[in-house]
């Protein structure tokens, strides 16, 4: 029981993988992969602690391959060349490489023939985007697979196993979990199963039995072990949702003060990527047009707390709300495209005009393809009337201009001059 319970509950067959089921699901890439035992390199990357190393270990586990985890920065060459060796002897071995951004040059030298023998089936695991931080060399030899956090389902199903498991998990305990320390767990760690079941463990381990021998966990409990106040104590966490909701109205409303309101209940809850998720959709959902640059620094201030983490990522998010509540308001972009997706949906996207139509392929203008376009910067002020839309939708009109700030009155002139223009 030295091992972390993350550690002793891993999945051991590709089927008890939680979550990341657009991968492992049954008749995605992953599932083909080991059903019809015909594995290739690949590189999972994502957030930590929601299943990579499971998900390596589950391949190995269903496929029957032996299972070596390594990390580049830490491990040395010599301690691939053992697992080559293994490879050798065995026929193929699946290599977890932890931090595989990290690896040098002479270890993917030494790697590289190996992979490309099929020897070493390598999974590699990194937090770095991969088409950025990992070598060409590298990234040619594996598929690269993108992992997302975990649902709130997700971590929930992770725990209830953790606690119903007598022989690996903490079900030989009298554990009693509260409901809303249950939420507390499955939504405080934003999607890291591996955070999670480190607090459930501590939870238990640190909470002395009462008299009838039951661990009861309760919600300051789970506080404690996480690190992270919940927002209240509500039973069925519904004020989670709510001071998410009253975040973006209150900057919707121009109102600064409620804004940073809700972002210190929500700082305090630890909400760091609900937040930045939140501010990034309020940057374009209700500022939009209206102020683009300021839509811009709010994905900037977003990435520098995503990138410094709390404490500090509370400074670049105040910036960025109170600019967005201050600023002009406008939800004309994502209006127009609303209103065209409706038109598309009811079967609206009907034949294209002709000479919009691609004409680069022999035969093209044997059937009109192409034909009779006019090319816009041909003519003065790169403009020039025709149509556009199918015939059903001529005159269909999907933007209003809301001057409600200069870069959007600007766009209203131009949308005004450009549709004066059409007889």
Not at 109 to 138: C, K, M, Q, V, W
Not at 344 to 367: F, Q, S
């Amino acid at each position: 029981m030295n091992q972390p319970l993350a550690y002793r509950i891993r999945p051991t067959t590709i089927e008890e993988v939680v979550g990341q089921q657009h991968l492992v699901g049954e008749g995605k890439i992953i599932w083909r992969m080991v059903e019809a035992k015909r594995l290739s390199s690949m590189i999972l990357y994502g957030p930590p602690g929601i299943g990579k190393t499971s998900i390596a270990s589950a391949i190995s586990g269903s496929t029957k391959y032996a299972f070596r985890m390594l990390n580049a920065a830490t491990n040395t060459k010599k301690d691939l060349q053992i697992v080559a060796e293994e490879a050798k002897m065995s026929g193929s071995v699946v290599l977890l490489l932890d931090e595989i951004h990290r690896l040098d040059k002479p270890k993917q030298d030494f790697l590289l023939p190996h992979l490309e023998s099929g020897r070493i089936i390598l999974i590699g695991a990194t937090t770095e985007n991969p088409y950025i931080s990992i070598h060409p060399a590298i990234r040619s030899r594996a598929q690269i697979f993108e992992l997302m956090p975990l649902s709130d389902h997700d971590i929930q199903v992770g725990i209830e196993r953790a606690l119903a498991d007598k022989e690996k998990g903490l079900g030989s305990l009298n554990i009693h979990l509260d409901d809303e320390a249950l939420t507390h767990f499955t939504r405080a760690t934003n999607g890291d199963m591996r955070g999670a079941l480190n607090a459930l463990e501590i939870a238990a381990e640190s909470t002395k039995p009462n008299d009838k021998g039951v661990i009861h966990i309760t919600l300051e409990i789970a506080e404690e072990c996480l690190q992270r106040k919940a927002m209240t104590h509500d039973k069925d966490g519904d004020a989670h949702y709510d001071v998410i909701s009253a975040f973006q109205k209150s900057i919707r409303g121009s109102d600064v003060h409620a804004a940073l309101h809700y972002l210190a209940r929500l700082v305090e809850a630890g909400e760091l990527q609900i937040i930045c998720r939140r501010l990034i959709i309020i940057a374009y959902e209700d500022i939009g047009l209206a102020n683009p640059a300021g839509a811009a620094r709010a994905v900037t201030a977003v990435l520098a707390a995503e990138k410094t983490g709390f404490p500090e990522a509370r400074i670049p998010l105040a910036n960025a709300v109170i600019e967005l509540a201050l600023s002009e308001k406008s939800n004309s972009a994502y209006s127009a495209l609303d209103a065209a997706i409706a038109d598309v949906k009811n079967g609206k996207a009907t034949h294209i005009p002709d000479h919009l139509r691609d004409a680069h392929y022999k035969g093209a203008k044997e059937m009109d393809r192409g034909v009779d376009y006019k090319y816009p910067h041909a003519y003065e002020n790169a403009w020039v009337e025709q149509q556009y839309l199918p015939d059903p939708l001529i005159g269909k009109t999907y933007y209003e201009p809301k001057p409600t700030s200069k870069f959007e009155t600007a766009l209203a002139k131009q949308y005004l001059k450009f549709n004066s223009n059409k007889k």
